[in-house]
């Protein structure tokens, strides 16, 4: 049965899904990199769709923007079409000096501003990370193709045009390594559904040193980083 945000039937999902921010994004990896993918939900232009890669069922759907978007959709997609795991693609901004552009950052775990996890957790603070296996698969993949990689904690932000940029710096002072607007919540909802999550980012821009991507770096950042959340979809157990 759909549910109130997604039109797909039940088994139209596969075990794993990856989910970009942009729906039209879905939509290009499907067309890349997917074998016979097909549409399964469309509601609100959320694109999502099911395909193989090299053999093996995959799904990709869009999550839209920030932490109440992807948390809807991670919820339906775990409770409602028994998906197991979820591997987010996205982009986010450097915060650490050392953190370029065009880099491959692998969210191990994700500090937040947002109080979603507390509301999740009886008001406690919950260590948003993520999937341990995923990671080791994530990594792997991203080590076996030669990528520049860092591994650790990002921010989730609630607020893309934050009112407090001196904050950068209290980040930078605690080691995160980038600034986006998802993981923490997607962590906290494959916690609270006892499924598996990690989040794959490359970075777009540096919220310090203010450097940015071309569109053309862009794109082959975005297919480094595909290559590594397929294989990663594909080998984890
Ligand atoms: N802030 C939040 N999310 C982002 C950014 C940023 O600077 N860049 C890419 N995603």
Redesign the pocket.
């Known amino acids: 049965m759909a549910t109130p945000h997604i039109s797909a039937e039940p088994g139209d999902f596969a075990e794993t899904v990856l989910m970009p921010g942009d729906p039209l994004r879905a939509r290009v990896i499907a067309e890349q990199y997917l074998e016979d993918a097909r549409e399964v939900t469309a509601t609100r232009n959320m694109l999502g769709y099911t395909g193989h890669y090299r053999g093996q069922p995959v799904s990709v759907m869009g999550s839209g923007m920030g932490i109440p978007s992807m948390s809807i959709y991670a919820f339906e997609l775990f409770n409602e079409y028994r998906v197991e795991k979820i591997i987010r693609v996205g982009?986010?901004?450097g915060v650490l000096p050392d953190v370029e552009v065009r880099d491959v950052i692998i969210a191990m775990g994700a500090s937040t501003d947002s109080s979603v996890n507390r509301t999740r957790f009886g008001g406690c603070d919950f260590a948003a990370i993520a999937d341990y296996g995923l990671l080791e698969a994530t990594v792997g993949a991203a080590r076996s193709a030669n990528l520049p990689h860092r591994v650790g904690n990002v921010f989730s932000?609630e607020l893309?045009y934050n009112p407090r940029p001196d904050f950068f710096e209290k980040m930078k002072a605690h080691g995160i390594l980038a600034?986006?607007?998802e993981a923490a919540g997607l962590y906290g909802a494959a916690a609270e559904a006892g499924k598996r999550a990690v989040s794959i980012l490359t970075v777009?821009?540096h919220?310090i040193t203010g450097a940015s991507t071309s569109a053309d770096e862009r794109q082959n950042s975005f297919q480094d980083m595909m290559k590594v959340a397929l294989e990663a979809a594909i080998t984890a157990d």
Do not use: A
Request: charged fraction near 20%; aromatic fraction near 10%; charge should be negative.
């Open positions: 982009t986010c901004g932000s893309f600034v986006e607007m777009s821009d919220v």
